[in-house]
């Protein structure tokens, strides 16, 4: 797989919110770094370099709803906080939650990644 190297913190972020509106597993793969991480807040590891984050993504792409929506954007060095609201199937039904990211990015591309999550609202 060819790595890019995105050259502000906020362009891989994007870049990953991008990939993940299209439900395209290779392209979120591309903006994590080979050993990247990802957590639920404050600290629960969900997922431990690319052999594991891509069968998670790939599980969360089958929602035919999914969507994530950028309510803010915060750049502080190389943290990028967002605010999103997303879109999903829960097995109790379609709704929303809102959700916050904090992505750490070295050498241009996600080295972890860290979610809260709020509270389900169904349609």
Known sequence: ???????????????????????????????????????????KLLASGHAEIRPRMAARFVEP??????????????IVIDHEEVTRTFPEGTGRMEMTAIYEIKNGLIQSASVALGAKVLD
Do not use: C, S
């Open 65 to 78: 709803n999914l969507h994530a929506r950028l309510l803010r954007r915060e750049v502080i060095g190389h």
């Open 1 to 43: 797989m060819t790595m890019i190297i995105y050259p502000k913190p906020e362009a891989v972020v994007q870049a990953q919110l991008d990939a993940y509106n299209a439900r395209d597993v290779d392209a979120i793969l591309k903006t994590y770094a080979i050993d990247a991480q990802q957590f639920e807040f404050p600290g």
